[in-house]
Each structure stands twice: as C-alpha cells, then as structure tokens.
C-alpha cells in the first residue's frame, strides 16, 4: 500500500478551468472578448473609470520674491531659472487663450440652437396656420353642400324630375375649389 507523504501538496479539483489564451486579431473581436469576459459574471460590478480633471496652470504668485533685474552679470543659473517661468508663463497663456475659445465656441453653438428652434417654430406655426386654414375651408365646403342639398330637395318636391336631374348633372360637373394632399 502506498502511504501518503506528509510533504505532498494536495491537489485542487474544484475552482477556476484554465482559460485558452486568445489573441484577439481585430478591434471587433478583442472588444468581443471584453464584453464576454465582463458577461461571464453579471453580477461583478463593472469599472467605469472617472473622467480626468482638465489640466490648469499654477496660478502666477501673488509675491515674486526674486525680481529679475536687467542688470549685467546674472548667474550662469539664472537663465534656466527665467527659461523655465517663461515657459510656465507661456502655457497659462495658451491656456487661457484655448479656455476663451472654447467659451466663445460653446455660445456660438447656443445661439446656433436657440436659432434652430426659432426657425422650427416659424416653419410649424406656418402649416398649423395652413392646416386650420384648410380644415376651416372644409367645414365651409361641408355646410355649403348641406345647406345646397336642403334647398334643392325644397326645390325637387316643388318642381319636376326633369329639372332635378339637370341640377344633379351640373352639381357632378362643378370643379371642388380645392384638393387635399397636392402642392
């Protein structure tokens, strides 16, 4: 019989298969793969990274101790001390300047929106009025011919049939005074 040694480690049956390596060959398929790999466990919560802060310049100080001076004989250090707060100088002007664009872009696209809207309501109001216009001119139309049937069954119960008909013939010949759905 075999007797079990102290010193084995015991091996793992249960817990997580060994996953086959792919390597995805397109951005479809590797975001494929993301998306089966978070579906696996619906339950885990996803990571949504945070959006990053917009970089800003250091503020300038409020009290420069050094004042450079224009005088001759400045330390062979003091060049590298003015090149790099020029440059810092320089990128919280670029800065600015990119900010004040932006600004001047985003109420561009407000006033472009608010006369987007402008127009649309122009252009509804436009055919609401059109519309009302047309539905008012089929009420009329409706009430003329109820009001002409009226009178001309006055007429037929007084006069002939021979007259009736004649009536008949020219109402079918009239031309309607409008027609829905043309331009």
Do not use: C
Not at 14 to 41: D, T, Y
Request: hydrophobic fraction near 25%.
């Amino acid at each position: 019989m075999a007797v079990p040694q102290k010193d084995a480690k015991p091996v793992k049956t249960g817990g997580k298969e060994p996953q086959p390596l792919i390597i995805a060959k397109s951005p479809a398929e590797e975001q494929r793969l993301k998306l089966e790999r978070l579906m696996r466990n619906p339950d885990k919560p996803v990571p949504i990274p945070e959006r990053p802060k917009e970089w800003t310049p250091r503020a300038p100080p409020e009290f420069v101790r050094d004042v450079m001076g224009s005088s001759a004989g400045a330390g062979s250090g003091e060049f590298h001390v003015y090149r790099h707060l020029r440059r810092r100088e320089y990128q919280r002007q670029d800065f600015l300047d990119r900010l004040s664009e932006k600004q001047n872009m985003d109420e561009e696209y407000l006033m472009k929106i608010e006369e987007n809207q402008k127009a649309a309501e122009a252009r509804t109001s436009k055919r609401r009025k059109k519309r009302e216009k047309l539905k008012l001119k089929k009420q009329m139309a409706k009430k003329a011919k109820v009001e002409s049937k009226k009178e001309s069954d006055k007429e037929e119960s007084s006069s002939s049939d021979n007259d009736s008909e004649e009536r008949e013939a020219e109402d079918d010949a009239e031309v309607p005074s409008f027609v829905m759905g043309k331009r």
